[in-house]
């Protein structure tokens, strides 16, 4: 199911993109901007850096982007913190003996399938200069 790790991941790459200042950039004043706690962003930092979206040094604060946000689609992003494999759960075990129960599953399958190729291609057409600029 969706939830806000996709929001704050875009937060934190947006935060990092528009920040001149590199070394004020630690999870703290991430935290801050996010208003989460800073071990919520450490876990996202260690997804995005794993991902390949982010680099730091060992014991210099802040962060860069690797990839110009011209460049780095919002399915990116989706991927690096591990979004969810589907958008919609499908209720299980509905009864085999109703007509729609028999059926619902596997159609719905279809349906939540062909969503999920939509936004896929939504977010692939997206990337994370788009949001910088509506930012601005």
């Keep these: 199911m969706v939830n806000s790790r996709f929001s704050v991941a875009i937060h934190i790459l947006s935060l990092i993109a528009t920040t001149s200042d590199k070394s004020q950039l630690t999870s703290d004043y991430i935290a801050g901007s996010v208003n989460t706690n800073p071990v919520v962003v450490r876990r996202m930092i260690g997804k995005l850096k794993k991902a390949g979206l982010l680099t730091s040094q060992s014991g ?77």
């Design 60 to 136: 210099i604060a802040g962060y860069g982007l690797v990839i110009e946000p011209k460049d780095l689609s919002l399915l990116s992003i989706y991927r690096a913190i591990d979004g969810p494999e589907q958008l919609f759960a499908i209720h299980d075990e509905p009864n085999p003996a109703c007509a729609v129960g028999r059926q619902i599953q596997h159609t719905l399958e279809t349906v939540y399938l062909d969503v999920w190729h939509a936004m896929e291609k939504q977010l692939q057409a997206q990337t994370l200069q788009d949001v910088l600029d509506q930012l601005r």
